[in-house]
């Protein structure tokens, strides 16, 4: 366990900001703070502190799991809708009383509470990949406070950090886990890259043995893909990209399919959306999905994974969500126990 003093302060906005130690401390002690509110334990670590939570985006599990856990650290989660605020933007996107500056905001809040947690992705942002990533780096900028990010257009660390807890809970080691993130067909082309560039990192960060599946048209940033490879080769483990469920399937200890945007519906990749041909390529991959044929291809012991909400029918049948190699509820339970520990640490 690295000396818990080091996060004080820090702010959660991609695991590529946390070394592979850093990481086995925050699951270390989550897993205490699980332990604790299991029993009924009293830990009151950020008693009367206050976290400002701005959502420009709808949730269930982060949401209720941030709020949650500020009332179990004895502390309060404010939640800040945009539209009821003024809603904060960046130096250029301001509008005259509607607006107000990222930098005043931050300046503002970091005067009243202890941590600012934001989640922003998709419509708020036109869709333009790693504006939202700016938003939240520009919160973190300006704020003298912990800034957590709860969801952005290119990371997701609190699902990745839940998603570890969740395989370490099932393997007891990430050494010699083959981890598979795939791609699955849903009718909605608008989706986020976070949770897969997130769980991509967090696998080849941790060791286990990664394979990305996707068809072609859907890769991920180039920069998350390489640092992959770099994580990858410095813990002497596996990061493969295939193009095929099947295959990348075959032998998996888990399997995440979760559909994520191609890079033709998204500026700056596609400086002029075609969103109609985004939809001819979603639409010829419907067999992209996660049925007891692919479970079997995978084996009696690999375990389902999804951030959750799936788009069941789609991307997964209901026989596999429901069924008993499913753990999609213990990874949205998770949230709440590795964000707790990720804000008693950071917010002390
Ligand atoms: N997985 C996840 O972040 O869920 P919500 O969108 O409900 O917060």
């Excluded at 206050?50 to 949730?59: A, G, H, K, R």
Aim: glycine share 6%; hydrophobic share 40%; charged share 25%.
């Amino acid at each position: 366990m690295v000396k818990t003093e080091s996060f004080r302060g820090r702010d959660f906005i991609t695991l590529l900001d946390y070394s592979r130690e850093e990481v086995e401390t925050l699951l270390e002690v989550a897993l205490d703070l699980k332990r604790k509110f299991a029993v009924g334990e009293p830990h009151k670590l950020l008693d009367t502190k206050t976290l400002f939570m701005i959502f420009y985006n709808q949730s269930l599990r982060t949401r209720n799991s941030f709020e949650a856990g500020m009332t179990q650290l004895g502390g309060h989660a404010h939640f800040l809708d945009p539209s009821k605020i003024y809603a904060p933007a960046l130096e250029g996107d301001e509008k005259a009383y509607s607006t107000e500056r990222v930098s005043d905001v931050a300046r503002v809040l970091s005067r009243m509470g202890h941590g600012i947690a934001i989640r922003c992705y998709g419509e708020p942002v036109g869709w333009v990949y790693g504006r939202a990533n700016e938003i939240v780096n520009n919160f973190a900028y300006w704020a003298d406070i912990p800034v957590i990010n709860m969801e952005d257009d290119k990371y997701h660390p609190c699902q990745a950090l839940a998603d570890l807890l969740t395989v370490k809970e099932k393997f007891g080691t990430f050494r010699g886990v083959r981890f598979v993130m795939s791609w699955a067909y849903s009718p909605s082309v608008h989706k986020p890259l976070a949770v897969p560039q997130s769980a991509v990192i967090a696998a080849t960060k941790m060791g286990m043995d990664t394979v990305l599946a996707h068809p072609k048209g859907m890769e991920l940033d180039d920069e998350v893909i390489a640092k992959c490879r770099q994580y990858a080769e410095e813990n002497g483990s596996g990061f493969d990209i295939v193009y095929d469920m099947d295959e990348a399937f075959e032998g998996a200890d888990v399997v995440y399919p979760k559909a994520w945007t191609c890079r033709g519906s998204i500026p700056p990749w596609n400086p002029t959306p075609e969103l109609d041909k985004s939809q001819e390529l979603f639409d010829k991959n419907k067999h992209w999905i996660c049925d007891d044929e692919k479970m079997r291809t995978a084996g009696p012991k690999a375990v389902y994974m999804h951030c959750l909400p799936c788009d069941r029918g789609f991307e997964v049948t209901n026989s596999v969500i429901d069924g008993p190699q499913s753990v999609v509820f213990d990874q949205a339970e998770n949230r709440l126990h590795v964000q707790k520990a990720v804000m008693a640490l950071t917010m002390r």
